[in-house]
């Protein structure tokens, strides 16, 4: 019972592209998304995040974008760059942030 | 003066022993965690502590007991290990009411 789905196990794009990663949720009830970004042998660490009355949040190379109807939300890098290459974690919780629930990732490789 | 420090890095033991990883944060953070990364990549909370306090114990075996002695460590003693329990372990700390997770960087259990 996958609640925050990543359907792309990886990502191959140029630097200086643009990089979409995609994430799907089933659970209605979440209300604060967040994207975290993990270099092997390293643990997670914290991109960006969004609040669900929000549809939108930019962080200079960084937007997550929020479509609640469709249960979707996106994470665009633009311009991509080679130390973005990385998987790339949708994350999402609900009232009260304590349980974070993570999706299975996507690895995105950005070549020179 | 890493953040959230994880020891040991690698544990490598066979089935039946009893282990433990422990977990120290220097963020000031009320809130730990102990998630699983297993073999199929998914990383899932297994407890959080909030100021010594345990509020998310995620139907986790008996085997696995979170300790709290004070609220910058979380340790995490497993008994009667089993192959199954081989997987990587991550601590984690956060503020509280917000889902931003500051994790360590990870305890690579091998179970043979």
């Known amino acids: 019972d996958q609640q925050v789905k990543q359907n792309s196990p990886s990502l191959s794009v140029q630097e200086g592209r643009i990089s979409i990663l995609n994430c799907d949720y089933t659970n209605s009830m979440f209300d604060y998304f967040l994207w975290y970004k993990k270099y092997p042998a390293e643990g997670p660490t914290f991109l960006i995040s969004?609040?669900?009355?929000?549809d939108k949040n930019e962080d200079g190379r960084f937007t997550v974008f929020l479509n609640k109807s469709a249960k979707h939300l996106s994470l665009h890098i633009v311009p991509s760059q080679p130390g973005d290459s990385a998987v790339y974690f949708c994350a999402a919780s609900e009232g009260g942030y304590q349980k974070v629930t993570f999706g299975i990732g996507t690895k995105l490789q950005v070549i020179p | 003066d890493t953040a959230v420090s994880q020891t040991p890095k690698y544990l490598v033991t066979q089935m039946g022993n009893d282990k433990s990883i422990k977990c120290e944060q220097n963020?000031?953070?009320?809130?730990m965690y102990w998630y699983k990364q297993d073999s199929k990549k998914f990383l899932k909370i297994m407890f959080s502590y909030n100021n010594k306090e345990l509020i998310i114990n995620e139907t986790v075996p008996n085997r696995f007991s979170p300790k709290s002695p004070d609220k910058a460590h979380l340790n995490l003693h497993i008994n009667s290990l089993e192959l199954g329990d081989s997987a990587v372990y991550f601590c984690a700390s956060s503020l509280p009411n917000t889902g931003e997770l500051f994790f360590g960087e990870g305890s690579r259990l091998t179970v043979l």
């Open positions: 969004i609040s669900s009355i929000k």
């Open positions: 963020l000031g953070h009320d809130t």
